[in-house]
């Protein structure tokens, strides 16, 4: 199958957009150079998105299975409910950050990136209570802190937005992990088909879930 999501016709003419698969939204100076070449060819439209990717748009139809080939790359987003992105801040290239959240990154991502779950889900990881990267609107999120590291979920940017509930703080990188297992172990069991984790979370009850969620 090759990946591509129909943008708006215009004048009868269908065009479609491509999201390549940036892990983290870290990406390698030849990647980058690669999508360039790529989108000069194809006449396309570059677009760099909230959830740290490069849309690249304004493509035929015929020309999408070339794009892709030519790209080497992989989607981003494969199915409709998964885990959509895990999006990070600089953290160890930053002089806020309080612990290099990047590796944690990289281990969600390895883990989670493209998995199913009830809804579309996305995961932010920053090195900081800034939280860059707008953790606090994300679905689960690790923040770092002095004291140690914070786990947060029911974040959403979306039609309903929410800030997210604070699941707890003072985390080792090992109970952080744990924790944010221990979630998403419990919304895929408990949550309805197309359900939000926010809209679970609020149907059970911030105090309920975190029971539920803690660490034993």
């Known amino acids: 199958m090759h990946y591509?999501?129909?943008?708006?016709?215009?004048?009868?003419?269908?065009?479609?957009?491509?999201?390549?698969?940036?892990?983290?939204?870290?990406?390698?100076?030849?990647?980058?150079?690669?999508?360039?070449?790529?989108?000069?060819?194809?006449?396309?439209?570059?677009?760099?998105?909230s959830g740290q990717r490069i849309l690249i748009t304004n493509l035929k139809e015929e020309d999408l299975p070339k794009v892709w080939k030519e790209l080497g790359m992989e989607p981003a987003v494969i199915t409709t409910n998964s885990v959509k992105n895990v999006e990070s801040c600089p953290a160890g290239f930053c002089k806020r950050s309080k612990y290099n959240t990047i590796g944690i990154g990289v281990k969600l991502t390895k883990k989670y990136a493209k998995k199913e779950m009830p809804c579309r889900t996305k995961i932010g990881v920053a090195g900081c209570r800034n939280a860059c990267g707008s953790v606090y609107a994300r679905d689960v999120g690790v923040i770092a802190d002095k004291s140690g590291l914070m786990v947060v979920a029911g974040g959403s940017a979306g039609f309903h937005p929410r800030v997210a509930d604070v699941i707890a703080k003072d985390l080792t990188e090992e109970e952080a992990l744990q924790l944010v297992d221990n979630i998403f172990e419990y919304y895929k069991d408990e949550a309805e088909l197309g359900e939000k984790l926010s809209l679970m979370i609020e149907r059970i009850g911030v105090e309920s879930f975190i029971e539920r969620v803690k660490l034993r």
């Open 4 to 49: 591509g999501n129909l943008q708006k016709i215009r004048d009868g003419k269908r065009t479609f957009g491509i999201t390549p698969d940036i892990p983290s939204g870290f990406i390698q100076p030849e990647t980058l150079e690669k999508i360039a070449k790529v989108a000069k060819k194809y006449k396309a439209v570059l677009k760099i998105t």
